[in-house]
């Protein structure tokens, strides 16, 4: 199936249904149909030819749900970018992936010349107005209000001129690392990937998901395109800076559904909730980095009705594992199992297949494993490998797990995290989870450092809630808890950690 099949579908069963609401507005799947028609339209009538890459560079709201959809129906590839990338950032990605157009907010003359002229390949500028702005668009070549360009009728869904092998969206990744890179993702890899979480989540049409998540991540993503295709309703939020508005919403939109990462957990569980009803929770998911025991069973005792799905996943196979809710008390550590339609293993470092109890690289294959990276052979081959079989291709996630005789799947760290120290190996992860569970600690981030002597020395980071915490009761803690090579050797105290837009600690910059 084609990804915008899923709104065309769900509009022909159930067109007056309200499929989003942003803030006080609500759209029906047939409003948005209409709307993504119309701007296919006008995108095709500016040029733009199947294949082509168009990059929405705007926050969550309707104009960003619009164009996702309205460029896979002009037969485009989307890209969807965060609206707070930098502009020499989002210069160099949109000359990467070669936009031929680029859906934008208002900003100023300036930046659509500097657009403009640092990206030859752009050809059309939109940009979010109102109507009263498009009756003073700038004279500037190729670039246009997107009030104005929803004008034209266009009632009818237009022909498909792709198949399931062609791109649907370039996913831009930086990960831990910081270096960004397009995963590739065709409408096939989007279509079994989310027929298999929409699967184990048992989501029906029912269903109505609050999405805080940037659309640029593609947890965010996948809550709209999920609940576009099993016809629920998506409630989408701008990001979860005011906590007192997305309970709110939990409470007066009967949301059913809560995705969310590991910092919006952290603040859920710091904020009194006795005065909202979120009786109306069904599920909640976290993935993009673990939770730590710790919160797993706060969140338990905190939402008992609720069941809680600890995931984990990579953008270049969008969802790998998941844990069945019924069994996460007995493993609230471990990730769980293969979703469904995928098969998972582990491989040492010469490409021996480990058993139970042995640490080793997930490999995964199914159909959700990516196309690669845009414009990187080197990078892709360096991930994307050729598989058991002949003429396939499996992904290498330069994750170390460590599967337990029962079958369920434990995250140790990034390969390249693991620390050498004393000549042991220590996982920075592994001893995060054992911070956690020191009271007063918030937030923690494990690295190594070069020594002279250690060959790396582990340096921590912490962000305290108890101002009365001091580096010798950490240090005396770790000394209780671990083992002496794990003991580090500098604890820092912080205000905060720098994050990527997943929620993950950005550890290249803590280096």
């Known amino acids: 199936m084609l990804v915008h099949e899923f709104l065309e579908r769900t509009t022909a069963l159930t067109p007056e249904k309200i499929a989003l609401v942003c803030g006080q507005r609500r759209f029906t799947y047939q409003q948005i149909n209409r709307y993504a028609n119309q701007l296919a339209a006008f995108l095709q009538d500016q040029g733009l030819q199947r294949g082509d890459r168009v990059a929405v560079y705007l926050p969550n709201c309707e104009e960003a749900v619009i164009s996702i959809f309205g460029i896979l129906k002009a037969g485009g590839v989307f890209v969807v970018l965060n609206h707070t990338t930098k502009v020499d950032k989002l210069i160099t990605i949109l000359n990467d992936c070669g936009a031929a157009a680029i859906v934008t907010t208002w900003q100023d003359v300036d930046f659509l010349h500097n657009l403009r002229q640092s990206v030859p390949s752009l050809r059309v500028v939109l940009y979010k107005d109102s109507p009263k702005q498009s009756e003073n668009l700038p004279s500037v070549d190729g670039v246009y209000g997107y009030f104005a360009a929803l ?53 029906r049409a029912d269903d109505i998901v609050l999405n805080c998540l940037p659309l640029s991540f593609d947890y965010g993503l996948y809550q709209l395109l999920m609940v576009f295709k099993f016809g629920g309703t998506l409630v989408l939020e701008k990001g979860f800076a005011f906590p007192a508005v997305i309970l709110k919403q939990i409470q007066d939109e009967h949301v059913t559904g809560f995705p969310g990462v590991p910092t919006i957990f952290s603040i859920l569980m710091n904020t009194d909730l006795s005065s909202y009803d979120l009786s109306s929770l069904r599920y909640i998911t976290n993935t993009a980095a673990a ?34 809710p019924a069994i996460l008390d007995q493993h609230p550590g471990s990730v769980g199992i293969a979703i469904p339609g995928t098969e998972v293993w582990l491989e040492d470092e010469t490409g021996n297949t480990l058993g139970a109890g042995e640490i080793g690289e997930l490999v995964v294959r199914g159909r959700h494993v990516m196309r690669g990276y845009w414009n990187a052979p080197e990078m892709t081959a360096q991930r994307f490998r050729p598989g058991r079989l002949p003429h396939e291709w499996v992904c290498y996630t330069g994750d170390l797990f460590r599967r337990d005789e029962e079958g369920y799947y434990t995250f140790i760290a990034r ?38 002597v250690l060959g790396e020395a582990i340096k921590v980071y912490v962000v305290s809630g108890d101002p009365a915490l001091t580096e010798n009761d950490v240090l005396l803690y770790c000394r209780t808890h671990v083992e002496d090579y794990m003991v580090p050797k500098t604890i820092v105290f912080a205000d905060d950690l720098p994050l990527t837009e997943s929620g993950k600690v950005l550890k290249s910059a803590l280096r």
């Not at 025991?293 to 809680?308: D, G, Y």
């Open 415 to 452: 390969k390249d995290d693991i620390i050498k120290t004393r000549g042991e190996k220590v996982s920075p992860v592994e001893l995060e989870r054992v911070l956690y569970g020191m009271a007063g600690v918030l937030r923690v981030a494990v690295i190594g450092v070069p020594d002279a």
């Open 291 to 324: 939770l730590p025991v710790s919160h797993i069973r706060q969140l338990r005792a905190t939402f008992p009705h609720v069941q809680m799905f600890s995931m984990y996943g990579l953008t270049e196979t969008k969802r790998t594992l998941y844990m069945p």
């Open 151 to 203: 004008e034209r009728q266009c009632d009818s869904n237009l022909p498909h001129v792709n198949i399931d092998l062609d791109l649907a969206c370039l996913v831009y990744t930086s990960g831990s690392t910081g270096e960004s890179k397009g995963v590739m993702e065709d409408h096939s890899n989007v279509d079994f990937a989310t027929d298999a979480i929409i699967s184990y989540l048992d989501n």
